[in-house]
Every structure is written in C-alpha cells, then in structure tokens.
C-alpha cells in the first residue's frame, strides 16, 4: 500500500467529478477546519481547470492568525502521485504548505501565493 499524504480541500478538490478525472477515483475524505484563515473568491483564467471544475471563481486561502477566523473542510488522504496531480491542477496563484487542522496534525492546503 503506498504511503499517503493529508491534503486539506475547502473547494474544488472534493468535488467527486474533479477528484475522478485527477485522481482516477474518489477519495476517502473526513471533516476537518483551519483556524487562523480566511477564503476570498479568485478568478480563474486557465481554460482546463475552469472545464474540469465547472466554475472560473474558486476559492483561495490567506493565513491572518485571527482566531476567530475559521475555513471549513475536509482531509483527502493521497499518495505523492495524487498529490503532484492536485499540484498540476493548482494554478500559479495557489502554493502548497503546511497548515495545523482543527482536529490536530498538520496537512499540506493550497494558500494564497
């Protein structure tokens, strides 16, 4: 069984269309939060991503450190070949790092860049 890595979603990515074209298949998913970040809405340009998601605005995260500010969720388990899939699909305005979730444990999240 290949190693897997924790990916937080808050948009597109747990869609199960999106989620079957990038990653062959739907994922296991459970509930979880980021506290201390806040979403606004980003236009997309890029054409591919806007067919696969159906939707040019997606949302994008931006770390404040405010804990009253709360982004809701959930962690898709995937293995470093889904996870450079979901890196593919990101546009450049989006970067991956390591965010603390509500429930504990860290995860990677695409945040503003």
Known sequence: MPATERLFSYGTLRL???QRELFGTELPTSADALVGWRLRMLRITDPDVVTLSGEAEHPILERTDDPDDRVDGAVLEVTAAQLAAADEYEVDDYR?????LVSGGDAWVYAAG
């Not at 991956?96 to 603390?100: D, G, P, S």
């Open 16 to 18: 199960p269309g999106v």
């Open 96 to 100: 991956r790092v390591r965010a603390r």
